[in-house]
């Protein structure tokens, strides 16, 4: 009787102490995300934005001067670069949200990014690893070894492969540390914030001790940041709420569409005992009826003979879907629209840039008798006038917004001001531009392309500034939308969807930029020569037919889930 008394105790005493093992375990786990972690995942963002500041930014002066490429082949360069780190976080978010994770594809990609601007720091203090140095341009300077090129291209390969695979992937991992839209939006705000003031930085400090003292220091200073912003991210582990990934969501989708396509002859049903609403035992949080719209795909979710195990669990994943498989496909198709207007949002934003920098090239660009502005880093005033635009936006305008009208911006609303600045960019640059070229003409200077012309660079800062405006209300406003009405199984490709635009709007510049050199006189190689301010209102054009279209997309548009966050935010006030 003792014995059984004392096992009765000692299996009490087991009892209690496991349930208080698992309580501490759940309150851990509870504990992890929130505000915490912010100060760890934004302090990676400005190490790695820091170092890419410096090294892309002055990548194609950095061919053109160390390594003997043509001028026109190192802008190539240059573009191609640009667009592959904005379509690899794609490919980032895919792998992050199918097989390793947001944690995982960071720091890996990190790592990639550490040992690809080494190799370039690399080129820059070994004189074995670049040729030996050649004054404007000689035919007879000496070209780069394979060797040279090899190791050069490499570390530009793993650079930009480390850069796509972060910068967007943060982003997700950021949103996914807390729970309600309004703390997520935020979080957006200031990553751009970040982000921005970060590019900022890295284009002007780093590149300048580049240009002025020492490539070798400025790339080791990349180096140096890198591997800080690593470190960073690493010390917050303990801290970071990690979503599991859940397999590969496209394969889900692909079963949608094949299980509609072969149920194609079965009548769509009324009743919800007619679908599958059931996952791995558990109801789902969709409705048991599928939504009308699309209504060709409902026949996905249609039960039939043989479909089911005896246990409720799909027999034939390519015969049979869930309800929720199929929203999630639905969803993706209602957004898909708005998403693709975005691209010819970007693109007039990806030809000024590029635009700007010739015309910055032919002005006078001193501040002072001894500075002299970089023409690549004209890009700076656009980071800056976004990085601002963002402060006073979060702090200043939302609120007196939620106040107003009791409920927060919707992003929609956010991406149509985004637009209607954007065009207004083109209208700026257009005079500019014009101005520009009258004083060109008074001086005599149309055929003279190498002399400046007696007119400051600050003035193409204006344009630069409202497409900047125009850049802090439409792509916080794009990165929340995809963010929050994407499925969740895509949340981290939903954050690379801006990015995505982004890379197919910097290959879209180039093609428009050569279509108009094909058919009209526009943009001869000396522009003094040229219309560049009719580049300009074409692209206002353009920008204004994009902008109709956007708002015929944005009034048929309904929320999934934004509109309820809102909702309970005004619940909550």
Not at 178 to 194: G, L, P, R
Not at 279 to 286: D, L, P, R
Request: aromatic share 10%; glycine share 6%.
């Amino acid at each position: 009787m003792a014995a059984i008394e004392f096992q009765e105790s000692s299996y009490t005493k087991d009892g209690i102490h496991s349930s208080n093992e698992e309580a501490q375990m759940s309150d851990t786990l509870s504990k992890r995300g929130g505000w915490i972690t912010f100060p760890f995942i934004t302090g990676t963002l400005m190490g790695l934005t820091l170092a890419a500041g410096g090294w892309g930014t002055n990548l194609v002066v950095y061919l053109i001067e160390k390594f003997q490429v043509k001028s026109i082949v190192a802008t190539k360069i240059g573009n191609i670069v640009n667009g592959s780190t904005n379509l690899l976080p794609v490919l980032a978010a895919v792998i992050a949200d199918s097989l390793l994770g947001c944690f995982s594809v960071i720091w890996i990609s990190s790592s990639f990014s550490l040992l690809g601007i080494l190799l370039l720091a690399l080129t820059a203090t070994l004189k074995s690893l670049r040729p030996q140095t050649c004054e404007n341009g000689s035919s007879l300077c000496p070209m780069p070894s394979k060797i040279q090129f090899s190791v050069l291209y490499l570390g530009i390969v793993l650079a930009s492969i480390g850069l796509g695979g972060t910068r967007f992937t943060i982003a997700a991992m950021g949103a996914n540390q807390f729970d309600k839209a309004k703390d997520q939006a935020s979080f957006f705000n200031w990553y751009v914030i970040i982000l921005y003031a970060s590019a900022v930085l890295g284009a002007t400090v780093i590149v300048y001790i580049e240009d002025s003292f020492s490539w070798a220091l400025g790339f080791s200073i990349c180096v140096v940041v890198t591997l800080i912003g690593l470190a960073i991210f690493l010390l917050g582990n303990r801290y970071y709420r990690h979503v599991k990934p859940e397999g590969s969501p496209f394969t889900s989708l692909a079963r949608v569409i094949v299980a509609a396509i072969r149920k194609r002859k079965i009548p769509i049903s009324s009743r919800s005992e007619d679908y599958y609403s059931e996952h791995a035992g558990k109801v789902e949080k969709v409705a048991s009826v599928p939504t009308k719209s699309f209504r060709f795909l409902n026949r996905a979710a249609l039960k039939a003979e043989g479909d089911t195990n005896s246990d409720s669990s799909i027999a034939k994943p390519w015969r049979l879907c869930s309800v929720q498989q199929v929203e999630d496909l639905k969803s993706l198709m209602r957004i898909f629209p708005i998403l693709s207007s975005g691209i010819f949002l970007s693109t007039p934003i990806g030809v000024q840039m590029s635009l700007t920098v010739l015309q910055a090239l032919t002005m006078d660009r001193h501040l002072g008798p001894h500075f002299k502005i970089p023409a690549g880093t004209m890009i700076v005033f656009v980071l800056t006038s976004t990085a601002i635009s963002l402060i006073l936006i979060d702090r200043i305008l939302y609120p007196i917004w939620q106040k107003l009208s009791h409920r927060s911006p919707m992003p929609l609303q956010r991406i149509a001001l985004g637009h209607v600045f954007n065009a207004l960019g083109m209208v700026v640059a257009a005079l500019v531009e014009s101005k520009r070229l009258k004083i060109t003409q008074t001086h005599h200077l149309i055929d003279d392309s190498k002399s400046n012309i007696p007119m400051s660079v600050l003035w193409l800062v204006p344009q630069l500034a409202v497409v900047g405006i125009g850049e802090a209300f439409h792509y916080p406003g794009q990165v929340t939308l995809y963010y929050q009405e994407f499925p969740t199984s895509l949340r981290s490709t939903s954050t690379a969807m801006s990015s995505m635009i982004m890379g197919i709007a910097y290959y879209m510049s180039n093609a428009v930029i050569a279509l108009t050199q094909r058919t009209t006189g526009w943009l001869p190689d000396n522009i003094n020569n040229g219309r560049l301010d009719k580049v300009y209102w074409m692209l206002l054009v353009v920008g204004v037919i994009n902008f109709g279209y956007y708002l015929i997309c944005a009034k048929f548009y309904r929320y999934q889930n934004v509109a309820k966050e809102n909702e309970i935010y005004a619940a909550d006030k």
